[in-house]
């Protein structure tokens, strides 16, 4: 699978590669219908064909499994957070412009929780420590901070890129994102 620009998850075609096993088609077919699937659903194929996508899936991973732990600390018995692959999608289109334009704000088009910030001076990009420096660094900001241990927001989906992140957080399964940034 790859991210291609006009947001689409599409396979890659190489004919030396046999698809890899019904799971993953089955994984990937749940996360495109937008229903969520938790955290621990979320693992990196077998293969090298993802490329950033896969680096984006364990980054998701990763930040929802701290972000629930955290939730789970300060207010136990909170809904568990989930991923939503078109919340992830609006994620990294947004980014994109933001790397673009060599700009940091906010979407004023969309509807949902939307958190964004810069990665200048990060000293990993292991995907584990990346999530937890993106939840330490908004930790660190009370307004953020709120939106964050919001357990009414339990679809998340974001994005990275090597000066910023993008994390987007709703209520509902993302229906607008192709709408949106089309």
């Known amino acids: 699978m790859i991210l291609v620009p006009d947001s689409r998850c599409i396979p890659k075609q190489q004919s030396h590669r046999p698809l890899r096993g019904a799971k993953w088609l089955c994984l990937w077919s749940m996360m495109l219908c937008g ?74 088009n969309i509807h949902v929780a939307e958190l964004c910030g810069s990665l200048v001076g990060v000293k990993s990009w292991d995907s584990k420590r990346l999530a937890q420096h993106i939840l330490a660094q908004l930790a660190a900001s009370p307004s953020h901070e709120v939106i964050q241990m919001d357990d009414e927001k339990v679809f998340v989906g974001m994005s990275s890129s090597k000066e910023r992140f993008v994390v987007r957080l709703s209520n509902t399964p993302d229906l607008h994102s192709r709408r949106e940034h089309r």
Request: charged share 20%.
């Open 35 to 108: 229903g969520g699937v938790s955290a621990d659903e979320v693992v990196a194929p077998p293969s090298p064909e993802v490329g950033q996508y896969q680096f984006l899936l364990l980054l998701n991973k990763e930040y929802i499994l701290a972000l629930n732990q955290r939730r789970q600390h300060h207010a136990p018995g909170s809904a568990a957070a989930r991923f939503d692959v078109g919340l992830m999608r609006s994620a990294v289109l947004f980014n994109q412009k933001l790397d673009a334009e060599h700009a940091l704000y906010h979407d004023k």
